[in-house]
């Protein structure tokens, strides 16, 4: 089966600075996704991560705070800009295998501590 | 706003019972369900997914699905302490939503000795 890995696994920044965490598969993919997972609650979606192209981002969420990369079929990546200690979270990238069948299979994770 | 809907538990049951888990969701245009198991500080796991009304089987688990009435449900037969974990109920975003998945807030499951 494929892996996904995430880049860091956790890190602790402080208020104003910036964050990039990266995602890579070890196989090409067709749909790339990055959520956070605040604690003790479910996952929300960030944004589409599209290759080549602007990603497709979810209300209440904008590309100046978390602007997103994806250069090819196998790797993303997610800034988490000017954070502020309520962007402390678990930041997931999950990924679509096969087109059509919307199965999302998710990295590790990254979490993020904001002081 | 597309909804999904679980209870949050927890749901306590013995080693070796059944234990029911419940997902109720509101796009009535959804066609793709997904179960997925949470343990504490890990990421969540696919361990399910259902596309056609009636039952899915695989190995201890069975996953229901009953679109007319916007319910899927996750059965767990011979519970075992390692099943303790968070169950995690996903719909798709239905006609034009693309691929994108819903969540439901996730059942806290303890299978206790």
């Known amino acids: 089966s494929a892996v996904i890995s995430q880049k860091p696994s956790r890190d602790i920044c402080q208020r104003g600075t910036s964050l990039t965490i990266q995602c890579q598969v070890d196989s090409q993919v067709t749909m790339m996704f990055w959520y956070r997972q605040q604690p003790g609650q479910s996952l929300t979606l960030i944004a589409t991560a599209n290759q080549g192209s602007e990603a497709t981002y979810e209300s209440g969420f904008v590309i100046d705070k978390f602007p997103i990369s994806r250069p090819n079929l196998t790797f993303s990546t997610l800034t988490v800009s000017n954070m502020s200690p309520e962007d402390s979270s678990i930041y997931l990238c999950s990924v679509e295998f096969l087109a059509g069948e919307n199965e999302q299979y998710f990295g590790p994770g990254t979490r993020l501590t904001v002081t | ?113």
């Open chain 2, 1 to 113: 706003q597309k909804e999904v809907e679980q209870n949050s538990g927890p749901l306590s049951v013995p080693e070796g019972a059944i234990a029911s888990l419940n997902c109720t969701y509101s796009d009535r245009g959804s066609q793709s369900f997904f179960w997925y198991r949470q343990y504490s500080g890990k990421s969540p796991e696919l361990i399910m997914s259902i596309y056609s009304n009636g039952d899915k089987e695989d190995g201890r688990f069975t996953a229901q699905l009953n679109k007319a009435s916007q319910y899927v449900s996750l059965l767990i037969r011979d519970s075992q302490p390692s099943d303790s974990a968070t169950y995690l109920c996903a719909v798709d975003s239905g006609w034009g939503g693309g691929n994108k998945l819903t969540f439901g807030t996730g059942t806290q499951l303890k299978v206790e000795l």
